[in-house]
């Protein structure tokens, strides 16, 4: 009898310990970038994307990021983030951010964001000074 108890009884602490890790598990953020401008590459829209999920991570340090394609998030948790890229020249960014609640269906979107540089100035400063302003203005969902 006791082996049976001890067997359930591990049983019960490990689903337990599984229900706590699930509620103390990190929230996720989906995040998507994507583009209209046909002349935009992959590749800056690869540093543009980076550079923003560096920033959320900075912000946001109880998060975890995960890059996913606009069709894996169906049966994701969390949020997704998608931030839509306008233009990417030596001398402007510009995008807007959209949310969205996983749990919720809620959406939640940003203002259309532009960030203008000197002529001059390193691009990588610019589109960083993008990243955090474009977050800044377009609060993520846990926010509301």
């Given at each position: 009898m006791s082996a049976t108890y001890s067997f359930w009884g591990a049983l019960m602490l490990s689903a337990l310990?599984?229900?706590?890790?699930?509620?103390?598990?990190?929230?996720?953020i989906h995040l998507i970038c994507e583009t209209p401008v046909k002349e935009l590459s992959e590749a800056d829209l690869k540093v543009v994307c980076e550079t923003l999920r560096l920033e959320i991570e900075q912000q946001f340090?109880?998060?975890?990021?995960?890059?996913?394609?606009?069709?894996?998030?169906?049966?994701?948790?969390?949020?997704?983030?998608?931030?839509?890229?306008?233009?990417l020249q030596s001398d402007q960014v510009k995008?807007?951010?959209?949310w969205q609640n996983l749990e919720t269906k809620e959406n939640?979107?940003?203002p259309s964001l532009?960030?203008?540089?000197?002529?001059?100035?390193?691009?990588?400063?610019?589109?960083?000074?993008?990243?955090r302003d474009v977050l800044h203005v377009s609060m993520p969902p846990w926010d509301k």
């Open positions: 310990a599984m229900t706590v890790d699930a509620k103390n598990a990190e929230p996720q340090p109880e998060r975890r990021i995960v890059a996913t394609g606009e069709s894996n998030t169906e049966n994701a948790q969390g949020t997704v983030a998608t931030l839509v890229v306008q233009a995008g807007e951010l959209f939640y979107s940003g532009q960030v203008d540089g000197m002529d001059g100035a390193p691009l990588q400063r610019l589109i960083e000074g993008f990243a």
